[in-house]
């Protein structure tokens, strides 16, 4: 019964917390010198973003009641 009280919400938070401690770890042990390591997370926070961006486009979208 607790599973089905937990949902989608909680699985989806789970894999997002898995995934940034995966990026931390990773990160703590990469053989990159800080500049190359900054360039790489400003790179992917960008591409993040624009991921998020186009999601919400998308949603945005696909809920607008049609005229």
Do not use: N
């Not at 995934?19 to 926070?45: H, K, M, N, Y």
């Amino acid at each position: 019964m607790a599973k089905d009280e937990l949902g989608g919400g909680a699985v989806l938070l789970a894999f997002v917390a898995g995934a940034i401690a995966g990026a931390a770890v990773a990160l703590l042990f990469a053989p990159a010198t800080g500049e190359d390591t900054r360039d790489f997370l400003g790179q992917r926070a960008r591409e993040g973003r624009d991921k998020v961006v186009d999601a919400a486009r998308q949603f945005r979208a696909a809920t607008e009641p049609e005229a």
